[in-house]
């Protein structure tokens, strides 16, 4: 009689909807990062500074602003020390025509409005009921109010918006194949906004086999982004490299900056504060090994898309190359973990996470995958304050997505297998 019930109440446990996992995955995350150390960690209540705020706000974009003003008006090269491409200067000039103020305004609108398009807009249009999920509102609500939203926006920084601009060309380019132009158009205007939506130009291939034609789209926008580098002459080009240079040589380590590089660097610092010293002629190969894990993770879901000739949006390599494009630069400040609503909402979207596979051990393989994703997930809405040691830099939490990313990769063959079955079952023979 026990091991009846043991085994219904196991089949009742595997029936629960995903749905239910994913906000139970956001309830740990909010009792770790938010109910405990706030209000039970200490018999006070601590009131964290979760944005590192600077006065005055908006800091990034007058920066940038700066760069158009030096290039237009007084007529030099702005790009000494600097790591943002050419053009951006060109495309943000139009807001020297109004005070700092009111540009810094403009900016924070077009980013919510960028963010609504990117994570709201396309998720809805690639699902297949097109109806507003629980899982897609979530993602929706949560990142609005998240750390690394308000950080982009305190910094008027322009992630959300180059990258939004991307992931519509991506949409655009698998849905709408009859304005493929424009599609290339969107992600010459993000590359040349901020260099790394370069990641995604993989995400620009329709049929994986077909390497004549992917490798000749694949080059013609790799040349055209690079032409448009050279846009404003050769010296500004070559301050531009030396600027990136610059930046990628010695970037800013600390904490909320959550690049391989980055962290790597303070745990063999941690480490060498603890005696271990020794361990800092490993910190190369650390890194290096980071990369290839990072590497191994994109090659291995482009195989499998190769090997089982997926065609159409591959929500799986979106999500990599997004996780890439945050741990690969040698700068990545909290504010880039804006960018990781759009391609979860694009996973709860079109992945498969809403029917119920009949292999129960396919089923308890999902959920616990789910399980540990959304707790990765939602922790990187929580700012370093609330967190301690290890986990107050995102690198742990982004390299567990990207792994859990990888496996549903590999489980998603095994998926639509599943449900095929369930609906064309064999008919035994006669």
Known sequence: MSRTRIRISLQQVLAVPF?????????????????????LSDQVMHFFKDVPAIDPIGIDLKQMLGFSESLFVAQKAPYVL???????????APLLLVP???AYRIVVFFITFCYLIMTLMIPLRISRERVF??????VLVTGLFSYGFQFELERGQWNVIAVSMCFL????FHYHPRYRFLAYA???????????????????????????????RLLILGAVNFALLLVLGPFVFVNWLKGLATFAGSPYIWVGNHSILSFVTLVFHTASESGWAWMNQYSGWAQVAFLALVLACIAWIVLQAYQQERRGLNVYLLLACTIASLLIPSVSHDYKLSLLAAPVAFLFSAGGFSEIPSSHRLRASLIGLTLAFSIAYFSTLYSYENKTHLLQNNLPALVAMLLITTLFSMLDSVYKKDRSDQEHPAVPER
């Open 82 to 92: 600097n790591a943002y491409p050419p053009l951006a200067s060109v495309l943000f």
């Open 186 to 216: 969107l992600f010459t205007i993000s590359v040349q906004l901020k260099i790394y939506p370069l990641v995604f130009i993989f995400m620009f291939v329709d049929n994986w086999r077909d390497w004549r034609s992917n490798i000749k």
């Open 100 to 102: 700092i103020s009111g």
């Open 169 to 172: 060309a991506i949409w655009i």
């Open 133 to 138: 999920s629980p899982l897609l509102m979530l």
């Open 19 to 39: 749905l239910v996992w994913v906000l139970l995955g956001f309830l740990i995350s909010y009792i770790l990062f938010f109910l405990y150390p706030v209000f």
